[in-house]
C-alpha cells in the first residue's frame, strides 16, 4: 500500500484551523487516506478526512506522522496531503 | 395597543420586531427505539440528511463570519458531517436505536474524549453538543437552537439567556432583549448592560407574542407595548437622538456642587480594560481575575497569570485598578478548586473560601499580582471576595503583606460583613459593596431565579441599609486607625443612574460599573448635589418597600424621564 511520512508544520499542531483544512482537504480526493503517528500500527491509523479522528490522533508541530491510501490515484492524492502537512497552515 | 410589564434592567427606547429563541432541545429518551415502520437503513439515511442540512447551515455562517468566529465555525460545520462521529451513530442505528438517540449519544462520547485531552480539544468539546443538539432539532423537524439568525435587527425574546449566548449574541443584529424569566442581576441584565443593549426581564405573556410582532420595549420603565403609536414613535426617536449624548462620559465623576465621585469600570480582561479606558473610565472598580482560570482543569502558571494581569494594569497607567482575586464557586465552578456536588453552592466554598479547602492557590495568585503590579505604572489595590469575619478580612491583608501588595480590600457581599464593617475594616484599607451578591444573601434569593425578582433587587430597604452600615463602619475604623478607609459599590447597583445617586448619599466614595453605563450615571449625578443625594438617601431608607423606594427617589429625579434612562 502506497504510504507517506510527514512533519507537521504548523505552529498550532494538526488541530483548529490546519485540522479543519487538511481534513477538508483529505475528503476531497477520490480515494479513502488513514493517518497514524510514525511508529503506531497500521491498525491504529484513523480516517484522515475525520476532523475529530485528527483532533483526537493529537499531533503537535514536529511530529511525524504517517499517511496511506490505496487505488487509483493514491499517490497523487498522498503527494498532495503531503505538501499541505508540511506548510505553516496559521500562517496561511 | 396592549401593555405587557416587566422589570427593566437596561434603558432605551426602541421599536422593532420580535424574533423567539427557541426552546434549547431536550434529550432523546435513554433507551428510545426505532419506530416499528422504519428501517436501520431509512434512519440512517434521514441522520446524513440532518447532518448534511446542519453542515450546510453551518458553512453558510462560517462565510458571513470573519477571525476566530469564522474558524471555529468552519471547524463546527466539518464536525457536523464527521465520518467518525456518524459511523458511531450509524452502529447504534443498526442495533435499533432512533436516529435522535443515536447521535445524541455519539455525541456524548466523542465530547468525553475531547474534553479529557484537555486545553484546546477540551474547549472543542461543547462544540460537538452544539452540533449534536442542531442535528436532532433538524431531525425533529424544529428550528435549530441558539440566537436565531436574520437580515434585519430584532428584538430578541428569550426565556432567559445563558452566558454561552453571549458568544453568539451580534449587538448589530440584536435591538433589545426581553425574557419571561430572570431577575434584574440575571446573565441576561448583566450582558444587556455590558452591550449597551435596552432589556427587560420577568415579562410574563411575551413568549405568547408572535414571532415577526412590531413591539416598543422601555428597557427603564419595563415595558412592551404591542401595535405602538405615534406616541411610542417619539419616545423612541428621542431615545435615538439622545443616546449620542449618553455615550459620552468626560472622565470626571462629580456632583453638581463639585463633590468628587470616581466613575470606575467594571473589567473582565485587556480587552475589556482597553475599551473601559477609552470610554472615559477613571480606573478599575473591579478586576474580575476568573477569565484566567475558566474553562481550566489546572491552575495557570505564576507567569501566564502575571502577564494577563499586567496586559488589564497597562491599560490604566498612574490610575487606580482594583482587582478581586479568583472568585470561584456558585455559577463559576472550576474543577481544580471546587466541589461540584456541594447541595447548596451559593452558600458553600466559594470565594476566598477555597483558599481552606486548597490553600496555595490563592497565595500564587497574590505572588503574580506583585509581580504584574510591580512592572507596571498602575495604583494596584486586591480584595477578596465572600469575606464574612474580621479574622477572614485581617488573614487576607496578611497574605497580602506577605506578597508584597500594598492595598488589600475586602468585597462586602455576606450580610455579615456589612454588619461588623467597623472590626473587618480595621486591618485592611478599603470596601467595596458587591450589591448582586449582598443582595441575594440579605434577601435569601436565588440571582438567577424570574419568580424572584421582585425581592431581588437592590432597592430593597434592607440591601440599603447595609449599605449605610457599611460606611458607618468605615469611618469608625478610620477614625479608630488615622487611615481613611474607603467604601465602594462595584455591584450593578451603581449602572442603575438613580440608585447610583442614593448610594452617593449614602457615603459610597466611587462607584465602578460597566463602562457603557459610565456616561448616563455621570449625566444623572452632575445634576444634584451632595445635600440632594444625601436627601434622595434618606427617602429611600424610609421607603417601606423597594418598589417605593425606586419609585420616590425616581419622581425626584425628573432627568431620568428626560433622559430616557
Known sequence: MPERTATIASRSGLHARPAALFAEAAGEQPVEVTIAKVGEPEDDAVDAASILSLMTLGAERGDVVVLRAEGDGADAALDALVTLLETDLDAV | ?565
Not at chain 2, 280 to 294: H, Y
Open chain 2, 1 to 565: 395597543m396592549q401593555n405587557l410589564p416587566g422589570v427593566g434592567v437596561s434603558p432605551g427606547r426602541i421599536i422593532g420586531t420580535i424574533r423567539h429563541m427557541p426552546h434549547p432541545v431536550s434529550e432523546p429518551p435513554a433507551g428510545e427505539r426505532l419506530a416499528a415502520d422504519t428501517s436501520p437503513e431509512t434512519a440512517a439515511a434521514a441522520l446524513k440528511a440532518a447532518a448534511g442540512v446542519v453542515h450546510n447551515n453551518l458553512k453558510e455562517r462560517a462565510a458571513m463570519a470573519s477571525g476566530d468566529g469564522k474558524a471555529v465555525l468552519e471547524a463546527t460545520a466539518l464536525m457536523a458531517k464527521d465520518a467518525m462521529l456518524l459511523k458511531s451513530a450509524v452502529k447504534l442505528i443498526n442495533a435499533g436505536t432512533s436516529a435522535e438517540r443515536a447521535i445524541w449519544e455519539a455525541g456524548a462520547s466523542v465530547s468525553e474524549m475531547l474534553h479529557n485531552l484537555g486545553g484546546y480539544m477540551a474547549e472543542r468539546a461543547a462544540d460537538i453538543l452544539d452540533v449534536r443538539a442542531r442535528i436532532v432539532a433538524e431531525l425533529r423537524g424544529v428550528p435549530a437552537p441558539g440566537i436565531p439568525t436574520s437580515d434585519t435587527p430584532f428584538i430578541l425574546v428569550a426565556e432567559d439567556l445563558a452566558p454561552a449566548d453571549t458568544a453568539t449574541l451580534d449587538p448589530a443584529k440584536v435591538l433589545a432583549l426581553v425574557t419571561s424569566g430572570g431577575g434584574p442581576q440575571s446573565h441576561t441584565a448583566i450582558i444587556a448592560r455590558s452591550l449597551g443593549l435596552p432589556a427587560m426581564v420577568a415579562a410574563r405573556g411575551v413568549e405568547q407574542i408572535p414571532d415577526g410582532a412590531e413591539v416598543y420595549v422601555d428597557g427603564a420603565a419595563g415595558l412592551v407595548v404591542l401595535d405602538p403609536g405615534a406616541e411610542q414613535q417619539e419616545a423612541a426617536q428621542a431615545w435615538a437622538d439622545n443616546a449620542a449624548a449618553l455615550s459620552a462620559f468626560d472622565g470626571n465623576g462629580t456632583t453638581a456642587d463639585g463633590h468628587l465621585v470616581p466613575l470606575l469600570a467594571n473589567v473582565g480582561g485587556a480587552k475589556d480594560a482597553t475599551a473601559a479606558a477609552a470610554l472615559g473610565a477613571q480606573g478599575v472598580g473591579l478586576f474580575r481575575t476568573e477569565f484566567c482560570f475558566l474553562e481550566r482543569d489546572t491552575e495557570p502558571s505564576v507567569e501566564e497569570q502575571s502577564a494577563a494581569y499586567k496586559a488589564v494594569f497597562d491599560a490604566f497607567p498612574g490610575k487606580k485598578v482594583v482587582l478581586r482575586t479568583l472568585d470561584a464557586g456558585a455559577d463559576k465552578p472550576l474543577p481544580f478548586l471546587t466541589d461540584a456536588t456541594e447541595p447548596n453552592p451559593a452558600l458553600g466554598v466559594r470565594g476566598y473560601r477555597t483558599d481552606w479547602t486548597t490553600p496555595g492557590v490563592l497565595e500564587r495568585q497574590l505572588f503574580a499580582v506583585a509581580q504584574a503590579a510591580a512592572a507596571s505604572e498602575a495604583d494596584v489595590w486586591v480584595m477578596a471576595p465572600m469575606i464574612s469575619t474580621a479574622a477572614e478580612a485581617a488573614r487576607f491583608a496578611s497574605l497580602c503583606q506577605a506578597a508584597g501588595i500594598q492595598t488589600p480590600g475586602v468585597m462586602v457581599e455576606v450580610p455579615s460583613a456589612a454588619l461588623t464593617a467597623g472590626s473587618v475594616l480595621r486591618n485592611v484599607n478599603f470596601a467595596s459593596l458587591g450589591t448582586n451578591d449582598l443582595t441575594q444573601y440579605a434577601m435569601a434569593a436565588d440571582r438567577q431565579l424570574g419568580p424572584l425578582a421582585e425581592l431581588n433587587t437592590p432597592w430593597q430597604p434592607a440591601v440599603l441599609r447595609l449599605v449605610q452600615l457599611s460606611v458607618v463602619g468605615s469611618i469608625e475604623a478610620s477614625a479608630e486607625t488615622g487611615t481613611v478607609k474607603p467604601v465602594g459599590v462595584c455591584g450593578e447597583a451603581a449602572a442603575d443612574p438613580a440608585l447610583a445617586v442614593v448610594l452617593v448619599g449614602l457615603g459610597v466614595s466611587t462607584l465602578s460599573m460597566t463602562a457603557r453605563s459610565l456616561a448616563a450615571v455621570a449625566a444623572v449625578l452632575k445634576t444634584v448635589t451632595l445635600a440632594d443625594a444625601q436627601e434622595l438617601a434618606r427617602l429611600a431608607l424610609s421607603a417601606p418597600g423597594a418598589e417605593e423606594a425606586r419609585a420616590w427617589v425616581r419622581a425626584k429625579l425628573p432627568v431620568l424621564d428626560e433622559l430616557g434612562l
